[in-house]
């Protein structure tokens, strides 16, 4: 008869898996139990997700932790932003500023420096100069780093008013006897022996003993008495469950014990243990206290894959202790927790676990379940606010200062150290001065050349008999207006760039010709025969418009 792989053959014509392995019925092989995981593998708690916490309720703060598991991430995306900006001005300084003002690093760099919100009247200042507003490229770049790195650690601070803004205080107290009465928990035991046996290899569960063994306060009772117990087949191994409601726990020790023998064909063997331990209020269900976990099949002295057989008992040892949740209105919960794990008769080598299934001596898997109630103390647990108004509203206070602060220190440094970055925001100023009187210029200079033509006023004074535009202007004011009008039009239309400007308004006509009396008024009086007759044209022009 052939065996698959990882068995042997033993009675001649029964096969098993070697120590550690599982047989698959499905597949028909053996799989190694100990690589699904770790040796031990526990979770332990209560279930506070159908508590009502606010901002939690209204905000879904979970989903927010999926993405940020701590205040490592904000703090590491404001370096990232504020290295990026700083970077991203140095750069920009590597750029000529130019004389005309109207390339586009003057343009970027001219409003970074209107950025400066922060530093404006901290710049440089010589003795006893009065402090005046001003504002630098460098001072509009430290300003938003200082944002930044505000806004980076605000979010900070914000991420843990929220994930802490409460801790989880315990006491514990001494335990008086009125107090364990009131505690009536619905209890679940559920321990699978990981193998390919079944329930009906079970054996002698039905008994429960309390006290010490060894002494007179030993105590046999009934299983039955004290809670409800069954047996299931899973596809991982026989469950053994002993569910117990409102029950009035015992004092000190418990012990149960059961076997799985051989069958015909069916050898009692295992290779691990799963357990789930459960208690819960039977009139509040919403909230559980829970320990469960796998007792892989390793030995104690080595990590060598083993099977469990043999009569010495397999112990799983585990605490049941009192607790009051006072932070949800008292909630009295038995929190049950793992001890311990004593491994009974067990076999590492194929040999020895070949002549053990040859012989009915050793045809059992033994196992007992003990429970301590530690019943000398109470858990009193309690949440306590750590993060208040006040508190919060002095650390964003602090941060803020040290934003400000650190950039404040780095500008006064640099305008100390590097002189021209003292006067650097007068060289930006004179070059956009000047490109806004170059504008003005050009748009006063195509009024008058749209308005009396392409020459200007001085020729017309220098050379009064030359045919010009001026000849316009030196026209009585008594003449037609629809000559006057046909007159402008044909000079007008001998200027190139007329067609495509539009006419200004009567209030520019009017501010100008006010600007040109002033003007003229101060000239000599040679020349203000002219000027008045030019102003009596500027006149019947605007009355014309």
Not at 43 to 67: E, V
Not at 526 to 533: A, G, K, T, V
Request: with cysteine.
């Amino acid at each position: 008869m052939a065996c698959p792989t990882h068995a042997f053959l033993y009675n001649t014509t029964q096969c098993a898996c070697n120590p550690g392995y599982l047989f698959n019925s499905t597949a028909n092989s053996c799989a190694l139990f100990s690589e699904h995981g770790p040796p031990l593998v526990l979770s332990t708690g209560i279930d506070y997700g159908s508590a009502l916490t606010f901002p939690g309720t209204i905000f879904s703060f979970d989903s927010i932790k999926k993405f940020t598991q701590s205040q490592a991430v904000f703090l590491e995306a404001t370096l990232v932003m504020l290295l990026c900006w700083l970077s991203f001005c140095l750069l920009l300084r590597l750029f000529p500023l130019g004389s005309d003002g109207r390339s586009l690093w003057f343009k970027i760099r001219w409003w970074i420096s209107r950025l400066d919100i922060s530093f404006a009247t901290r710049h440089w200042l010589h003795d006893q100069s009065p402090v005046v507003k001003r504002k630098t490229e460098l001072g509009g770049t430290f300003s938003i780093a200082s944002w930044i790195l505000f806004i980076g650690l605000f979010a900070a601070l914000l991420y843990q008013t929220i994930s802490k803004r409460s801790v989880e205080v315990h006491n514990v107290r001494a335990t008086n006897g009125p107090d364990l009465v009131s505690f009536l928990n619905d209890l679940e035991f559920n321990i699978t022996t990981i193998s390919s046996m079944s329930c009906a290899q079970l054996r002698g569960l039905g008994t429960i003993v309390t006290g010490n063994p060894l002494f007179i306060d030993r105590r046999d009772i009934p299983l039955s008495t004290f809670a409800n117990y069954s047996c299931l087949n899973t596809t991982t191994g026989p469950t053994i469950t002993i569910h117990c409601k409102n029950c009035r726990l015992f004092r000190d020790f418990a012990y149960v014990s059961w076997q799985f023998i051989d069958l015909p064909n069916n050898p009692a063997t295992a290779v691990g243990f799963q357990f789930n331990l459960t208690a819960k209020k039977n009139d509040r269900k919403k909230h559980m206290s829970f320990v469960s976990g796998t007792l892989k099949n390793v030995s104690d002295f080595d990590d060598k894959p083993i099977t469990y057989r043999g009569a010495v008992p397999n112990i799983l040892k585990f605490n049941l202790f009192p607790r009051i949740y006072h932070n949800l209105h008292d909630l009295k919960l038995i929190q049950p927790l793992f001890h311990d794990f004593l491994p009974g008769s067990y076999f590492g080598d194929a040999s020895q676990l070949q002549e053990s299934l040859q012989s009915s001596r050793d045809g059992l898997v033994n196992t007992t379940l003990c429970i301590s109630f530690l019943s000398s103390y109470i858990l009193e647990i309690d949440n306590q606010n750590i993060l208040g108004p006040v508190s919060f509203l002095a650390d964003l206070g602090g941060l803020y200062c040290i934003s400000i602060g650190i950039f404040f220190c780095f500008l006064v440094q640099c305008e100390y150290r590097i002189t021209r970055l003292r006067n650097e925001d007068r060289i930006m100023k004179n070059i956009r001065n000047r490109r806004k009187a170059q504008e003005r210029w050009e748009k006063l200079r195509k009024y008058v050349t749209y308005t009396w033509g392409s020459c200007s006023l001085d020729d017309t004074m220098s050379e009064p008999n030359k045919a010009s535009c001026t000849g316009a202007m030196t026209k009585s004011f008594r003449q037609s207006g629809s000559k006057h009008r046909r007159k402008r039009q044909d000079i007008s239309n001998a200027v190139s760039f007329c067609q495509k400007v539009t006419l200004p308004n009567e209030k520019k006509v009017e501010e100008e010709h006010v600007h040109m009396q002033e003007l003229r008024s101060t000239e000599a009086p040679l020349n203000l025969e002219r000027q008045s007759s030019f102003s009596i044209e500027l006149i019947g022009v605007a009355m014309d418009d």
